[in-house]
């Protein structure tokens, strides 16, 4: 008895066993298209300007008098056509007369026939009669039997006798078994046209030029393929995530790359969309985007997703994003996870949240981790924290290292720090450059600074600006001012205002006391400490704007002066506000003076209350300036309480009199 369960999963089988076997003779088709040029063709004569079906005729009625070379190439002819009913016993005829061609040709229509082994007897006939395409053809016989002995005897047959695909199919052998011989048959099977050999020999003389630059125990991407870091909406913090750039190669490295473009170039020429992909890599890293975009829309035109991915990101970039969401959209559906994150990023960047969610889940549903990443993202930017640390986790068990680093983050600002430092230590362990910073703070927290400072050395080594920062205020604190001077320029470099004005201020420290003014001579020019001070002014940083403003003051540029203690006083800075008093006071604006040495003296400023009080006194006012003077008593430093409580008393007496 046959239940319907069983009987279902019969009919299924049926059909998968069905299924099956048409792959397989597709897939064999393909391999003798391939193959095709396995088709001995050197028995035909056909006459000059003579159609296909004139030919035909005239080897048919050859054939039909018994004439062996006739009946070879009618075999051909129909073989090619695929008759194998019409082309077999064409085929065998001439087989039987001796004609090499044509038994390496009944070997190919055997094939077909799914009679492997029948057919690899007839190519053997024809191989030991000297034929390239036979041997070609048992070599592969062999090979896919696991014959590897037999299968490389046969391929180095059809090689050394200049048959491209022979030679390709040694290389792919050798290549297998990491034999070194393997380049050799690339290079010939390339020089004879086979784009696939051109490809790959490009690949290796890439894979040769990467490693004599970095040297044979470095790892990472040969070369960074546009568009493949992390996609973030606009906004996010950067993943980290893509492979590094080489540097430029020299000597040796330098002419395997060059020659490895070639390659590329001309597999690409002949039509092969991943060597026009990788092709468009290499010119979109040298800068020569017109040109990589060519050979991008070319690979991409061909049904290479990530060139299409690679394209939408140079037409991004030249600020065509209609054009650029068509070809993500190409990509994405075609698989690919990046391009399906750049969807994401695009739609949130929109404000189309349920859009970018989807295009995330996409991504992730194609492999790309970063989908679960930019998930978090996406959470994390509309406060929903639970959803985003069950994203950011789960991307961070894939390996995800700034996932790691911003799971950790979460927990930190949960009050989680034992649960947060394990993270961060993973990511940072991984290359996060954040992560390792990020451990610093936790150490520094803790107030363990040794380690702390172990951290934000490492951050720093690898570009990190605040982790400079850090690095260089520790060599202040110790001394060691020439570490400190180093790191603080690599941060001020990296675009940090606070290092910027301690760099300066280091610099200050070590300039000679100005002289005493000369009549007419000519204005000093900007040294190096008030060049980074105005760097750090030009970011808002308010210290270094009142520095300025008093190196403007001392080369006599008041007006300069004036410029920054205002921008500093209006951004809130007591000393900007006080020092602005006081240039207006010289200016003969008491008035305005007064309204912000009050704004100063609000804020904490004690010389701008004792002035405030002496101000008071002047006029008359002696119980609004006792009240200036205890603020300024109050505020310091002590030698100004000093002064203020003297004038505190003499106003007192006066006022008592």
């Not at 000597?251 to 039509?271: D, L, N, P, S």
């Not at 990023?345 to 981790?369: C, I, K, S």
């Not at 980074?532 to 300025?548: K, N, S, T």
């Amino acid at each position: 008895m046959v239940f319907m369960g069983d009987r279902a999963t019969l009919l299924e089988t049926g059909r998968f066993v069905q299924r099956h076997a048409r792959k397989a003779a597709d897939e064999i088709i393909e391999a003798v298209g391939a193959v095709d040029a396995a088709v001995d063709t050197t028995a035909e004569t056909d006459a000059e300007n003579e159609t296909e079906t004139e030919t035909e005729a005239r080897h048919r009625r050859a054939a039909e008098r018994g004439d062996p070379a006739s009946m070879s190439a009618l075999g051909a002819l129909l073989l090619r056509r695929g008759d194998l009913d019409g082309a077999e016993p064409y085929l065998r005829g001439a087989t039987a007369e001796g004609d090499r061609a044509a038994a390496n040709n009944l070997g190919v229509l055997l094939h077909q026939r799914g009679y492997a082994d029948e057919a690899a007897g007839w190519w053997r006939v024809a191989a030991v009669a000297g034929s390239a395409p036979a041997a070609h053809a048992l070599g592969r016989h062999h090979r896919e039997r696991g014959d590897e002995p037999a299968a490389e005897y046969w391929l180095r047959q059809a090689a050394e006798q200049g048959h491209a695909l022979g030679a390709y199919a040694l290389a792919d052998l050798l290549e297998h078994r990491s034999d070194v011989g393997a380049e050799r048959w690339l290079r010939a099977a390339a020089e004879q046209g086979h784009r696939e050999a051109a490809y790959r020999l490009a690949v290796a003389l890439e894979r040769r030029a990467t490693e004599t630059t970095r040297g044979p125990h470095e790892t990472g991407t040969r070369l960074r393929v546009p568009g493949t870091a992390a996609i973030v909406p606009v906004g996010a913090p950067a993943t980290g995530t893509p492979g590094a750039v080489p540097g430029q190669p020299g000597g040796e490295g330098a002419g395997a790359a060059a020659e490895a473009e070639q390659w590329f170039r001309q597999a690409a020429a002949r039509g092969h969309r991943r060597a026009a992909f990788h092709l468009g890599a290499i010119l979109e890293h040298r800068g020569e985007l017109k040109e990589a975009g060519r050979w991008y829309l070319s690979s991409a035109r061909e049904g290479e997703a990530k060139a299409a991915c690679a394209l939408a990101f140079l037409l991004r970039d030249a600020g065509d994003e209609e054009s650029a969401a068509v070809w993500w959209l190409r990509a994405a559906q075609d698989g690919d996870g990046n391009a399906a994150n750049a969807l994401g990023a695009l739609h949130a960047a929109r404000g189309e949240q349920q859009t970018a969610e989807r295009w995330y889940r996409a991504a992730m549903d194609a492999g790309d981790v970063n989908g679960a990443y930019n998930l978090g993202l996406l959470y994390a930017a509309q406060d929903r924290i639970p959803q985003a640390e069950q994203w950011y986790r789960r991307a961070a068990y894939a390996g995800h290292r700034e996932a790691a680093n911003a799971l950790a983050v979460l927990l930190l600002q949960a009050g989680d720090a034992n649960g947060a430092e394990p993270w961060f230590s993973k990511a940072a362990e991984a290359g996060s450059v954040d992560a390792a910073f990020n451990l610093g703070i936790l150490h520094a927290g803790r107030d363990d600074d040794r380690t702390a400072l172990v951290w934000y050395e490492r951050a720093a080594a690898a570009g990190h600006t605040e982790a400079a920062l850090q690095v260089g205020i520790a060599a202040l604190r110790d001394g060691d001012e020439r570490t400190a001077e180093r790191h603080l320029r690599c941060a001020a470099g990296g675009g940090s205002a606070e290092a910027a004005f301690r760099l300066a201020s280091v610099l200050d420290a070590r300039r000679p006391e100005p002289g005493p003014a000369v009549l007419g001579a000519s204005r000093e020019e900007k040294s190096e400490c008030e060049e980074w001070y105005e760097r750090a002014a030009q970011q808002g940083h308010r210290r270094a704007q009142v520095r300025v403003g008093m190196l403007a003051a001392g080369r006599g540029d008041l007006a300069e002066a004036d410029r920054w203690y205002r921008e500093a006083a209006e951004a809130g800075s007591r000393n900007g506000a006080f020092n602005l008093g006081l240039l207006l006071a010289r200016e003969g604006s008491e008035r305005e003076a007064a309204l912000w040495w009050t704004r100063a003296a609000r804020a904490g400023h004690g010389r701008a209350a004792l002035r405030l009080a002496l101000l008071a006194a002047r006029r008359g006012e002696l119980t609004e300036g006792r009240r200036w003077c205890d603020r300024a008593v109050e505020l310091g430093p002590a030698e100004v309480a000093e002064r203020a409580a003297r004038l505190s008393e003499a106003l007192h007496q006066e006022l008592t009199a």
